[in-house]
């Protein structure tokens, strides 16, 4: 009978979605299995893919063979395979992309994985064995093309005798480390008692396997050169033991942290957690309280019963506070059971991350986005912290939102989700107000700690009375007298979005669309302003509309300019700058932060990455220096991102024993998302958004899609977007409102020009099929000719 696999493959351009039929030669059949990558020939060229199915029949009639299996065991097992072809489709991109995005960057390529041998090879079956050549040296081999002995690896893998690695030309090979091991002693005797002692402390600890030098050295306090003479009289034998390459496991932690006693509102959250997952229910779970409220202490113990039940959890924290302080408190609490996976790792070290999770030596995954896709078989929980974070979006291809993929698998696992959150996102609070999501709360902060005072420097008045720097007065004072009482401070400067808005400084007055409740942005090119949902355009003004004064600028001040003003007004202060200038270098981010930790500086300046995750004792300071830039940003979400934004900064003051103190700097301190994070009222903005949304169209009314074109000239995007832009309002008729197209709010990028259309609707009508076919005849028909087009359905703009 013959086999063959239908094969997703990695064609990156073209206008055809669909498996292509390949021949799989008898030995390779034996060994294929569905969700395994292979290698095979296409065109003129050797291209991986995925298998999809295995069938017995074609309809093709030249099928070529398949070259070669990449997987000794399947990297996509059936519920990733379905929910690669749910991602697709939902977000209308190409299969072998979504596909690819659930997998390790490392296994995108064509990259070279290796076995390395973990135990003693003496007791793997001989044609494995035969593989890692000679004995008493570790070492490292191919994947055989051969697929005949796969099934043994495999047993030898699920036995922890072998496992694998991935060598990525250039980047992070696998870490090897000096090691030694046990030869065998007859007729020798060492001179020393040292050396007696440590081959005794082998013999007992190690036999004879192989142990890190580093780490003999200190678990039998002996020296180097004891070590040394053990080899060379021939005790011991050298050799290299492969470590992991994770960062995180220097972050110490061994599991044996005590739970905390639950507070009355803790147990009661934690309680109605624990009977959705003994009853199995893929109930999605909104926990909104205040930062320090014990959201974090809930997630722990309600994975510890996790654990206890044999399941396994996700936990999703947004990429920017997946720091060692956050990885620490889960490992201290689960110890190696945790895997970690962060876009700050190398390739080889995500990928060692990721193996610990398919081979089931973890129940716990912590991290950023594409953790979501951690190929756990057993889901008890999944958790997302800080729920509402943007970064939770992917911004290219497939893009997908971490919630949307956590809530399909929920349902797949029969298991919770649960979304905590200070300043849940609109939609997700409008969800649990409508009871579609169930609702639960901490109101208070543990141990009745209060929520730091904070006080709105109005920057109108400052400039009015002759304050023209970065800096209000009393923002000043307040950091000469922490300098003076040895505490600490941060400052948080948004550098966000790449508009730029006009402002009167002297009214607060700022242009904005009278259709659409957006800010105008500032074209430098025809000096106009511009609306980037509808397109309405007006000159720009010489004087303020509002109160005709002529101090009218443009907004967006870099974090080196601030850092040296700072530094001549404070002279005597000593200064930390975090942005994207001082962070690029792998590590720097922890290094900086450890820096303020031991108190190196007084104030840390910086970007959003600094605005959470920051816990120091010190620090009863914290002052946002334009709280507008956010507010001004032309997208609807720009009131939301700023109250969240500034609870999330107002959190970093007073965390310990010393109460904190937060300035907000403002031109427009009376708007209400500024007004009511100073009075720490979530429900009330909540509310009045709410109204906003409703009457402007905006989600959680409305859904969103923003179709993006590109090309080297202005016109030819501009024609592209409005063919598009009559089809979609000939087929979808009533259903739906479609907007432009008008220049994007970044209108070009590496040359091609950009413009966008954006759909509202109230439901999904024929919207998902329409944009397959959009897309599909795009990408045919329109890309010889450099146009590109980007689907984004419920865009986050910035
Ligand atoms: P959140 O995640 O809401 O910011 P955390 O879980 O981090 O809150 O709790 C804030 C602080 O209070 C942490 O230092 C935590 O260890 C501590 N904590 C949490 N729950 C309790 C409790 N029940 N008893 C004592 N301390 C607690
Ligand atoms: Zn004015
Ligand atoms: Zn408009």
């Not at 073209?14 to 292979?38: H, I, K, N, S, W």
């Not at 994770?246 to 006693?261: C, F, L, R, W």
């Not at 090119?525 to 397109?535: A, E, N, S, T, V």
């Not at 598009?724 to 209108?747: E, M, Y």
């Amino acid at each position: 009978m013959n086999v063959y696999a239908k094969i997703i493959v990695d064609v990156p351009t073209g206008g055809t979605d669909r498996p292509f039929d390949y021949y799989l030669p008898e030995e390779l059949a034996r060994a294929a299995e569905r969700g395994m990558r292979v290698l095979v020939p296409f065109g003129q060229r050797k291209l991986t893919g995925f298998i999809v199915d295995i069938v017995s029949e074609t309809s093709v009639e030249k099928v070529k063979n398949v070259s070669e299996l990449l997987d000794i065991k399947p990297v996509l097992n059936e519920e990733l395979l379905r929910l690669g072809a749910w991602l697709a489709k939902e977000t209308i991109c190409f299969q072998i992309t979504a596909l690819q995005a659930m997998i390790p960057a490392a296994m995108r390529t064509k990259a070279v994985k290796k076995l390395a041998v973990t135990s003693e090879r003496e007791q793997l079956p001989m044609n494995v064995q035969a593989l890692f050549g000679q004995a008493h040296e570790l070492a490292w081999a191919k994947v055989p093309k051969d697929a005949r002995i796969l099934r043994d690896i495999r047993t030898a893998i699920a036995q922890r005798q072998v496992t694998e690695r991935f060598e990525v030309k250039g980047q992070a090979a696998p870490k090897k480390v000096k090691a030694v091991m046990l030869l065998s002693r007859e007729g020798n005797t060492p001179d020393t008692t040292k050396q007696q002692e440590t081959l005794a402390y082998l013999a007992e600890h190690y036999g004879p396997s192989p142990v890190a030098v580093q780490t003999l050295m200190q678990q039998a306090d002996v020296s180097r050169s004891v070590v040394h003479t053990l080899v060379k009289r021939g005790f011991l034998q050298e050799t290299e033991l492969v470590i992991d390459r994770n960062p995180y496991t220097a972050v110490e932690g061994d599991g044996s942290e005590e739970k905390a006693t639950l507070t009355a509102d803790q147990s009661h959250v934690l309680t109605q957690v624990e009977e959705k997952m003994a009853h199995s229910q893929a109930t999605p779970m909104l926990l909104h309280g205040v930062t320090g409220s014990g959201k974090t202490e809930i997630y722990l113990q309600a994975i510890d019963q996790v654990i206890r039940e044999g399941q396994e959890a996700i936990v999703l924290v947004p990429e920017i506070s997946l720091t060692p302080q956050m990885v620490g408190r889960f490992k201290r609490r689960f110890g190696a059971n945790v895997a970690v996976l962060h876009s700050a790792l190398s390739v080889g070290e995500r990928f060692d991350e990721w193996k610990k999770i398919q081979e089931q030596n973890v129940q716990v995954a912590v991290g950023a986005r594409s953790a979501v896709f951690a190929p756990f078989t057993n889901l008890g929980l999944i958790v997302i912290d800080e729920e509402h974070e943007s970064t939770y979006k992917q911004e290219e291809h497939p893009r997908y939102h971490a919630r949307e993929v956590a809530l399909w698998r929920s349902e797949y696992h029969s298991c919770p989700v649960l979304m905590g959150s200070a300043t849940p996102s609109m939609e997700s609070y409008a969800r649990a107000a409508k009871g579609v999501y169930r609702l639960l709360s901490l109101p208070e902060r543990i141990n009745e700690k209060p929520l730091p005072a904070i006080e709105v420097a109005d920057m109108r008045k400052e400039m009015r009375e002759g304050n023209r720097s970065v800096f209000s007065t009393s923002l000043l004072d307040k950091l000469r007298d922490r300098i003076e009482k040895e505490e600490q401070a941060v400052l948080f400067l948004n550098r966000r979005g790449f508009s730029t808005f006009v402002m009167c400084r002297n009214c607060g007055y700022v242009g904005m669309c009278p259709h659409c409740e957006i800010s105008l942005t500032y074209h430098r090119r025809d000096r106009q302003l511009k609306c980037h949902y509808c397109g309405h355009e007006e000159g720009v003004y010489e004087r303020c509309p509002a109160c005709e004064s002529e101090h009218i600028r443009y907004f967006g001040t870099g974090t080196q300019r601030v850092e040296e003003e700072l530094q001549q007004l404070l002279p005597e202060a000593r200064i930390i700058r975090m942005d994207n200038d001082t962070t690029r270098q792998k590590g720097a981010h922890e290094r900086l932060l450890k820096q303020f930790g031991r108190g190196e500086a007084e104030i840390l300046l910086g970007t959003q990455m600094i605005a959470k995750g920051l816990d120091f004792p010190n620090i009863t300071l914290a002052g946002v220096l334009a709280a507008d830039t956010l507010l001004h940003l032309p997208d609807f979400r720009a009131q939301e991102r700023t109250f969240q934004l500034l609870t999330q900064v107002s959190g970093r003051a007073g965390r310990d024993e010393k109460a904190g103190e937060v300035i907000i700097q403002s031109y427009t301190p009376e708007h209400y998302a500024i007004e009511l994070a100073r009075a720490h009222d979530y429900l009330s903005f909540f509310k009045k958004e709410l109204g906003q949304r409703k009457q402007a169209g905006y989600p959680p009314y409305f859904y969103l899609t923003l179709i993006t074109f590109a090309h080297p000239t202005f016109e030819t995007a501009m024609k592209a977007g409005k063919h598009a832009a009559a089809v979609l309002r000939t087929r979808l008729g009533d259903d739906a409102i479609v907007l432009g197209p008008t220049p994007s709010p970044i209108a070009r990028i590496k040359d091609r020009y950009r413009c966008q259309c954006m759909i509202k609707y109230k439901d999904e009508p024929a919207l998902t099929d329409l944009l397959h076919d959009l897309f599909t005849y795009y990408q045919k028909e329109l890309q010889q000719d450099q146009r590109f087009m980007t689907i984004d359905r419920n865009p986050s703009m910035f």
